[in-house]
């Protein structure tokens, strides 16, 4: 059966504008990670976590909403990063939710081209400085 993490991402593939690629934080071959314009939005991070970017004012903005849940976690105050711990497919839905503020925070202006996720060199490069 695939990982939750992995059911999460490919779930938020219905979100506008969001595409799969591989992620910064490893050197997997696999699409394990979720971009929108060229930004890294979530990414696997063990067998039942995912990281997931939200931006500080989305933190504050959901900080009684999202941020109250205990399946997610802020370890490092000064990051835009926050850890989803997942313990069953009833938790999806809630992924699905927290993935979606993700891609909103991230998404340019309308009007905007968006710029694709990396590979080949970029991709390397990026995860050369992570």
């Given amino acids: ?14 979100i506008p504008d969001v595409e799969p690629g591989g992620s910064t934080f490893s050197q997997s071959e696999e699409d394990d990670a979720l971009w929108l314009d060229a930004k890294q939005i979530a990414h696997e991070k063990g ?6 970017r939200l931006t500080r004012a989305v933190m504050r903005a959901e900080k009684a909403g999202v941020m109250a849940d205990p399946r997610l976690a802020h370890p490092r105050k000064s990051s835009e990063w926050v850890t989803l711990t997942l313990s069953g497919p009833d938790d999806l839905p809630f992924a699905h939710r927290v993935i979606a503020l993700a891609a ?3 998404r340019p202006a309308e009007g905007a081209v968006l710029r694709r996720p990396p590979t080949g060199a970029d991709l390397a490069r990026r995860r050369r400085f992570h």
Avoid: G, K, Y
Wanted: hydrophobic share 50%; aromatic share 0%.
């Fill in 104 to 106: 909103a925070a991230h």
């Fill in 1 to 14: 059966m695939e990982p939750l993490p992995r059911r999460a991402l490919r779930a938020a593939l219905d």
């Fill in 47 to 52: 067998p039942s976590v995912l990281e997931v």
